[in-house]
């Protein structure tokens, strides 16, 4: 049994009441989307901006209700919990955000942060609660003293760490890491990285880490899953998807990260795409890629394609695979 299991999730925004307050119109945020993690493992989640991979991670983290699906975390179905029942689970997902300042309450300290998620599970009181709360600064990297600051004497990095030790504190077993270095500074995103992967192999956490950097998502992911447009596209392997991608969105993404060797720089091919992205509010009922896919056919602007294992673990939706 998987860790997670989502199925058919999807998330719409209500953009407008319609007549006599029914809602119209819908920002398809995420739209069908089916994927599992296995326990201690990384799935990668890319692509490009607005295509729903935050919205995704906060859904199954249930920041947001889901409209249609279902989220089940080690067999237990959550997606229709109330506030109440979902305290338990609280405690084994947590989320790191993307951005560490805005993450962070600038009226508490370092101290108040991490340590009010071990006040509302009920984990520690008095010492022991405070030698909790120095124990975790430590292991990412902060000093004791750092728990009496505030967010705002922080470096990017520092903040980041923060955020780190607030979810690691209660001891989850699965973390959302929703962009966790696209603020940082490239030496910085490295270290965040390696801690992470330090944690996962200590502790053994399962993540789903959320970025758009498709070297830094290729190092630390097990298997990794394109996104465009609210669905998933691809879902393979991390070294099957870099060395054979299927979708043409995927080796679009794969061809725009930059080579570090000159030679084979010049000798590489970028792709480029054209046409326009449909909207989230009216997306089309066939595939919806077809506007700027290069291999689009008249069949693509019929049917949408399926979303199917065409390699034993690698999954594609296109006709022509």
């Given at each position: 049994?998987?860790?997670?299991?989502?199925?058919?999730?999807?998330?719409?925004?209500?953009?407008?009441?319609?007549?006599?307050?029914?809602?119209?119109?819908?920002?398809?945020?995420?739209?069908?989307?089916?994927?599992?993690?296995?326990?201690?493992?990384?799935?990668?989640?890319?692509?490009?901006?607005?295509?729903?991979?935050?919205?995704?991670?906060?859904?199954?983290?249930?920041?947001y209700d889901p409209s249609?699906?279902?989220?089940?975390?080690?067999?237990?179905?959550?997606?229709?919990?109330?506030?109440?029942?979902?305290?338990?689970?609280?405690?084994?997902?947590?989320?790191?955000?993307?951005?560490?300042?805005?993450?962070?309450?600038?009226?508490?300290?370092?101290?108040?942060?991490?340590?009010?998620?071990?006040?509302?599970?009920?984990?520690?009181?008095?010492?022991e609660r405070a030698e909790?709360?120095?124990?975790?600064?430590?292991?990412?990297?902060?000093?004791?003293?750092?728990?009496?600051?505030?967010?705002?004497?922080?470096?990017?990095?520092?903040?980041?760490?923060?955020?780190?030790?607030?979810?690691l504190v209660v001891e989850?077993?699965?973390?959302?890491?929703?962009?966790?270095?696209?603020?940082?500074?490239?030496?910085?995103?490295?270290?965040?990285?390696?801690?992470?992967?330090?944690?996962?192999?200590?502790?053994?956490?399962?993540?789903?880490?959320?970025?758009?950097?498709?070297?830094?998502?290729?190092?630390?992911?097990?298997?990794?899953?394109?996104?465009?447009?609210?669905?998933?596209?691809?879902?393979?392997?991390?070294?099957?998807?870099?060395?054979?991608?299927?979708?043409?969105?995927?080796?679009?993404?794969?061809?725009?990260?930059?080579?570090?060797?000159?030679?084979?720089?010049?000798?590489?091919?970028?792709?480029?795409?054209?046409?326009?992205?449909?909207?989230?509010?009216?997306?089309?009922?066939?595939?919806?890629?077809?506007?700027?896919?290069?291999?689009?056919?008249?069949?693509?602007?019929?049917?949408?394609?399926?979303?199917?294992?065409?390699?034993?673990?690698?999954?594609?939706?296109?006709?022509?695979?």
């Open positions: 049994m998987p860790l997670l299991d989502v199925r058919n999730l999807k998330k719409y925004f209500p953009l407008k009441r319609g007549l006599f307050g029914s809602r119209a119109n819908f920002v398809k945020a995420v739209d069908d989307v089916s994927l599992s993690i296995e326990r201690g493992e990384t799935l990668g989640l890319v692509g490009e901006s607005g295509c729903g991979k935050t919205t995704v991670g906060r859904t199954i983290a249930r920041l249609e699906g279902s989220i089940r975390y080690d067999g237990t179905d959550i997606s229709h919990m109330t506030q109440r029942e979902l305290v338990p689970f609280r405690r084994k997902i947590q989320m790191i955000f993307q951005d560490p300042f805005s993450s962070l309450d600038p009226r508490m300290t370092v101290g108040d942060i991490v340590g009010e998620a071990i006040d509302i599970h009920g984990l520690a009181t008095g010492q909790r709360i120095r124990s975790i600064l430590s292991s990412v990297g902060l000093s004791d003293w750092h728990a009496n600051r505030y967010p705002h004497e922080f470096s990017g990095g520092q903040r980041q760490r923060i955020g780190i030790a607030r979810a989850p077993s699965f973390i959302v890491c929703d962009e966790p270095i696209s603020a940082l500074d490239v030496s910085i995103q490295a270290q965040i990285v390696n801690m992470l992967e330090d944690f996962q192999e200590k502790f053994g956490l399962t993540y789903l880490f959320i970025a758009h950097d498709l070297s830094m998502v290729k190092h630390i992911s097990t298997r990794i899953g394109v996104m465009y447009l609210g669905s998933l596209v691809e879902l393979a392997g991390s070294n099957d998807l870099y060395e054979t991608p299927l979708h043409p969105y995927t080796k679009s993404l794969l061809s725009a990260i930059p080579i570090p060797d000159p030679i084979e720089a010049a000798n590489s091919r970028r792709i480029m795409l054209e046409g326009e992205v449909p909207s989230p509010i009216d997306t089309p009922p066939w595939c919806k890629f077809v506007s700027r896919c290069p291999q689009a056919r008249s069949i693509c602007g019929e049917d949408p394609p399926e979303f199917r294992e065409v390699a034993s673990g690698h999954f594609a939706a296109c006709h022509f695979i």
